[in-house]
């Protein structure tokens, strides 16, 4: 990729003349973590003189902005700076904790909802989340019980009534407010 091709081969380039029965592993694993596009790896020592280093780069989930420099969120959960504008990723406003985005976004991938519809998520200090889509569409969700919401969101959204609707409010207790 145009990320860090180079600087991942560097890291690793000093190892190429180094004797294969006493490289360590650990070594090698050492220098790849510190690359924040790196999802996961692999190594293999096919003796008595190759190495082969297989590498899988994270996958980009959303956008975010910290400090007035845009990011990308990895499916790793690291911070990679953007450089160029790849893909229509959704941004996400708000200080955001990395680990409840991933926490979100597997609830997303396992309910009926498209994560691919999503235009912006709002991220609040008291762990909540708002969700606008491509089409306009505001989803206020809870702090608590996710995955049913997004069950009553499926549901809503699916109803050929409700196709008027541009706001839908999950935050209360047994209590659905939709707007249109």
Do not use: C, M
Not at 52 to 77: D, P
Not at 126 to 154: A, C, H, M
Request: charged share 25%; aromatic share 12%; no cysteine.
């Amino acid at each position: 990729s145009e990320f860090d091709d180079k600087k991942i081969i560097e890291s690793i380039s000093n190892l190429q003349n180094q004797n294969l029965f006493t490289l360590k592993k650990s070594e090698i694993k050492e220098k790849l973590s510190r690359h924040k596009i790196i999802e996961d790896f692999y190594i293999f020592k096919n003796y008595p003189s190759n190495l082969i280093v297989k590498v899988e780069k994270t996958k980009f989930l959303a956008v975010t902005q910290k400090n007035g420099s845009k990011y990308y969120i990895g499916s790793n959960g690291n911070l990679i700076k953007v450089k160029n504008d790849l893909a229509q990723l959704p941004f996400i406003f708000g200080d955001i904790n990395i680990i409840e985005f991933l926490k979100l976004k597997n609830l997303i991938d396992v309910s009926s909802f498209n994560f691919n519809e999503i235009k912006n998520l709002y991220y609040f200090k008291s762990k909540r989340w708002d969700i606008e889509t491509k089409n306009g569409l505001l989803v206020k969700l809870p702090q608590n019980n996710l995955s049913k919401s997004f069950e009553i969101l499926s549901y809503i959204i699916n109803d050929e009534n409700l196709n008027d609707i541009y706001n839908i409010d999950l935050r209360q207790n047994n209590q659905i407010i939709l707007n249109g």
